[in-house]
């Protein structure tokens, strides 16, 4: 089985991870390494929006619907105090398995979108439950 990318769409609930990103402090313009908590990496699926940046036609969806908690880490960049975007997007992040996962240090950044990045220094942990 091939590592698929891992993709946010419409049905991903963002807004859950945006919510958690204000209880935290971000806001506009920041960037962080950060612990997503209880994410959830679904089955591989059809493509069937656009998704910027992906050219794939088989893909992961990641769902923010179950996540617990955001803890940051470093402040990579500080923020200048405006509202965070609503719009969310994943690179980075390839995988063969579906499931809760955590997702240790990643790279956050919150201008014109947020981007979470899977880059090396960040460790995907499947959860058991």
């Known amino acids: 089985m091939r590592k698929r990318t891992v993709v946010v769409l419409s049905s991903?609930?963002?807004?859950?991870?945006t919510?958690?990103?204000?209880?935290?402090?971000?806001?506009?313009?920041?960037t962080v390494?950060?612990?997503?908590?209880?994410?959830r990496i679904g089955d591989?699926?059809?493509?069937?929006?656009?998704?910027?940046?992906?050219t794939a036609q088989k893909v992961k969806q990641i769902f923010f619907?179950?996540?617990?908690?955001?803890?940051?880490?470093?402040?990579?960049?500080?923020?200048?105090n405006a509202a965070l975007?609503?719009?969310?997007?994943v690179t980075g992040l390839k995988t063969r398995k579906t499931g809760h996962v955590n997702l240790i240090n990643a790279l956050i950044t919150?201008?014109?979108?947020?981007?979470?990045?899977?880059?090396a220094k960040t460790e995907v942990v499947y959860n058991n439950s």
């Not at 919510?19 to 920041?30: D, F, L, P, S, V």
């Not at 950060?34 to 994410?39: G, K, L, Q, T, W």
């Not at 014109?112 to 990045?117: A, I, L, N, S, Y």
């Open 110 to 119: 919150s201008n014109g979108k947020v981007t979470v990045t899977a880059d």
């Open 19 to 30: 919510n958690y990103m204000e209880e935290a402090g971000m806001t506009h313009n920041q």
């Open 85 to 89: 975007p609503s719009e969310v997007a």
């Open 33 to 39: 390494r950060a612990d997503i908590e209880n994410a």
């Open 44 to 54: 591989t699926i059809n493509l069937s929006e656009q998704v910027e940046g992906v």
């Open 65 to 80: 619907c179950g996540v617990t908690n955001l803890a940051i880490r470093t402040v990579e960049q500080v923020g200048d």
């Open 12 to 17: 991903s609930q963002p807004e859950v991870l």
